[in-house]
């Protein structure tokens, strides 16, 4: 059940995207779901699909390795490679599609993200900076749906958290 709606800004002058969210769960619970990957892969992709993923080694400099698999066969690769890691505070990255040994899909832009995490007491506000190298990226990853699946995963992590 989906307790709190994911809030979203479109900044055009400035490429980018900003994106909301409180979860029902403290700090440390809310960034365990954001940064293990057996956790994520319960909750990143909205259904019917399902994020698996193949590695992930978060530490900045390392990277995540997964798929976005759809109830009909579909596979989509994609990868994050972490810059920089503030535990229980905040993590950046670059995020893309890829093949599945990691290389990057040339036509389809890059999101570079920024995640903070605030304690709210026993909630958490997780909000998501994601800068675009242009405004036609922006828009390209919005309208593949970005917006209505991140909110969708949004509600599946709402529905783990209390079995955390």
Known sequence: MITKETQYTK???????RVVREFDAPIATVWKAWTDP??????WAPKPWKANTRSMDF????????TMDGP???RHWCRVDFKTIKPLTSY???DYFCDESGKRNEELPVMHWTNTFYS????TQVEVEIDFDSEGDMNKIVEMGFK??????????????PTL
């Open 59 to 66: 530490r900045e400099g390392g990277m995540w390795l997964y």
């Open 148 to 161: 209505e699946g991140f909110a969708m995963a949004h509600g599946n992590l709402d529905e783990l958290l």
């Open 72 to 74: 009909d066969g579909e």
């Open 120 to 123: 709210r007491g026993e909630s």
């Open 38 to 43: 057996k956790i994520m892969d319960q909750w």
């Open 92 to 94: 950046s990255g670059d």
């Open 11 to 17: 900044d055009s002058t400035k490429n980018k995207l």
